[in-house]
C-alpha cells in the first residue's frame, strides 16, 4: 500500500525541519528595514541561495527607489503543466534603532519562537 502524499510531506518537513528554521533564523538577523537597502539587497541574495538548489534562478529588479534596495524576482522552468507562484517581500517593519530598542531578536522560548 503506497504511503499518503501528506505523510510523505510531514516526514520531510519534520526531517528537515531544522535546516528551514536555521534559514529562518538567518533571515530574521538580517534588519531589512524598508530604507536600509544593503539589508535589503542582503536577504535578496540569501533568500535567492535558497532556492537555487531547487533549481530557480534569481533576477534582482533595481527599485524605482534606490534607497529601498532591490526587487527579487525567482523563476524555474516549468516540469508539468501546473504553475505555482509565492509573492512575498523583502523588508522589515522595524528600523535597526527599534529592534535594538525594543530587544527584538531571534528567541525561542519553550516550543514558540520569536522575532522582528
Do not use: C
Not at 15 to 36: C, E, G, H, K
Amino acid at each position: 500500500m503506497p504511503i499518503p502524499h501528506h505523510t510523505q510531506l510531514a516526514a520531510f518537513f519534520e526531517q528537515n525541519l531544522p535546516a528551514y528554521l536555521d534559514l529562518l533564523r538567518r533571515m530574521v538577523a538580517i534588519n531589512s528595514f524598508t530604507a536600509n537597502a544593503e539589508g535589503v539587497k542582503k536577504l535578496a541574495r540569501l533568500t535567492a541561495e535558497a532556492f537555487a538548489p531547487l533549481g530557480f534562478e534569481a533576477e534582482f529588479v533595481p527599485s524605482a527607489r534606490p534607497d529601498y534596495g532591490v526587487h527579487l524576482a525567482l523563476a524555474r522552468p516549468a516540469q508539468g503543466t501546473r504553475q505555482i507562484a509565492f509573492i512575498s517581500h523583502l523588508d522589515t517593519v522595524y528600523p535597526p534603532e527599534d529592534e535594538e530598542q525594543n530587544d527584538f531578536h531571534w528567541r525561542v522560548e519553550g516550543d514558540r519562537i520569536y522575532g522582528p
